[in-house]
């Protein structure tokens, strides 16, 4: 079946570095999504992987590795509007996306 | 990046009413549109990819003549909850790909809350 694994919930403190991390098992494979979700918004984009190796888009960077099935999310200098369900999703060999349930981050001052 | 709306944002109904939830497209044209749910502290949950023209794919376990998906226009697509009950209460929310179907990015509609009493 397919699956997408990343941790229920994480704690970080403002200024700090953290890292989120997402295993997937999909029916092929065409892409690794990074979304972030604030409490009763709708996601919105942050990455796409497809290829091996490491995107960095300002403070927000997504690492992909095809063979390991695995991807995470790194996000440096922390703010509090950090706050938010970050959410991965594979898109599998129909173009489909499947997703997880969500990283929930909270930042501490 | 491209804007998709969804309206309403927020909508209280009794039980057995019919609730529409509309997403539009505001700046491209989506020829394929996504509905998805979304229950609390849970990931999203397709219910159905939404095709102009023609008829929607629906997700196993989703009914089609509960959950009636119409795309009459490239952007424009629209999910009516038909006799809706308290457990439909949830948050609806559509989003639309730029583009082919592998370029990847998905643009959200801003969500639909339904409480339904």
């Known amino acids: 079946g397919q699956n997408i694994d990343q941790p229920t919930e994480m704690t970080a403190t403002e200024g700090a570095i953290v890292q989120i991390n997402c295993t997937y098992q999909?029916?092929?494979?065409?892409?690794l999504f990074w979304y972030q979700q604030h409490a009763g918004e709708a996601p919105t984009f942050l990455s796409y992987?497809?290829l091996d190796g490491l995107e960095e888009k300002g403070r927000f960077s997504s690492f992909l590795s095809r063979s390991k099935g695995y991807s995470y999310l790194l996000l440096k200098e922390l703010q509090m509007k950090d706050s938010a369900s970050y959410l991965c999703a594979a898109m599998d060999s129909n173009y489909q996306l499947i997703w997880g349930a969500g990283t929930k981050l909270i930042i501490k001052p | 990046g491209a804007v998709v709306s969804q309206h309403p944002s927020w909508v209280i109904c009794k039980s057995g009413t019919s609730v529409k939830i509309e997403c539009r497209s505001l700046?491209?044209?989506?020829?394929?549109m996504f509905w998805y749910r979304q229950f609390p502290k849970q990931s999203l949950m397709l219910m159905a990819t939404?095709?102009?023209?023609?008829?929607?794919?629906?997700e196993q376990g989703v009914e089609k003549d509960k959950f009636l998906i119409n795309h009459a226009s490239l952007t424009l697509s629209t999910l009516t909850v038909t006799s809706a009950h308290p457990e439909d209460s949830s948050f609806y929310i559509c989003?639309?790909?730029?583009?082919?179907?592998?370029?990847?990015?998905?643009?959200f509609g801003e969500g639909s809350r339904l409480t339904v009493l």
């Open positions: 939404s095709n102009e023209g023609s008829k929607a794919t629906y």
């Open positions: 989003s639309a790909r730029v583009g082919g179907r592998d370029t990847g990015e998905l643009f």
């Open positions: 999909t029916s092929g494979f065409n892409g």
């Open positions: 700046d491209f044209q989506a020829t394929t």
């Open positions: 992987n497809v």
